[in-house]
């Protein structure tokens, strides 16, 4: 389907204005969710990021993650990329023109994180969730969230402040209460236009 869509948008069959639409959202705050209402956008499709591990891991971006950005084709991105000059000097030489940024309250944030480690425990994490108990979990999980994220959302404020045409925030709580006017604001933001009865249908 992607193929084909990419050979429909060489003909001319989409003609949206951006050949891009890029995600960077605080993990846990709705970034996949967006990313699926989007993906359902007649012509974009997500694409292949090939990074070093290590950029991978200290939430980068670098010039290699574009390289199978279609001649023809529209692409979507999801990351969770720091909010550094280096990285936003990437984004935009590479062709993106807008960004979404997605947030969400950390003290959701803190619960959500608790609970995906239950489920998911990760080796990499020296703290066992499972083992240490709710009260101590979210103890630590309350460090890392102030430690880290805080930054991240304030980092990408700062950046919003220097690119107003270029950063739009959403935040998880918004989508929740009603997400049809989130996802609006959205397609608005990269001059997409769907028919009422389309984007009823992708919500």
């Not at 989007?38 to 971006?61: F, K």
């Not at 290699?64 to 001649?71: G, H, I, R, V």
């Not at 489920?119 to 969230?145: L, T």
Request: contains cysteine; positive net charge.
């Amino acid at each position: 389907n992607r193929f084909i869509a990419d050979q429909e948008s060489r003909f001319g069959k989409y003609n949206h204005k951006y050949k891009i639409i890029f995600i960077s959202g605080m993990p846990l705050s709705g970034t996949t969710w967006m990313k699926n209402l989007l993906a359902r956008v007649p012509g974009y499709y997500t694409r292949g990021m090939p990074m070093n591990n290590d950029i991978v891991y200290s939430q980068g971006i670098c010039d290699s993650a574009f390289s199978k950005l279609p001649k023809n084709g529209y692409a979507l991105y999801k990351t969770h990329i720091n909010p550094k000059t280096d990285y936003l000097d990437c984004i935009f030489r590479n062709g993106v023109e807008k960004i979404i940024i997605t947030h969400r309250d950390l003290r959701d944030i803190i619960l959500s994180r608790y609970y995906r480690l239950i489920k998911y425990p990760k080796s990499i994490d020296s703290f066992d969730y499972r083992s240490i108990g709710f009260e101590k979990a979210i103890d630590h999980s309350i460090e890392v969230v102030g430690d880290n994220y805080k930054k991240w959302i304030l980092g990408w404020l700062e950046n919003k402040k220097k690119y107003p045409d270029k950063i739009l925030i959403i935040k998880f709580e918004d989508m929740k209460l009603d997400t049809k006017k989130e996802f609006t604001k959205v397609l608005d933001f990269y001059h997409i236009k769907l028919e009422d009865k389309k984007i009823n249908n992708i919500i």
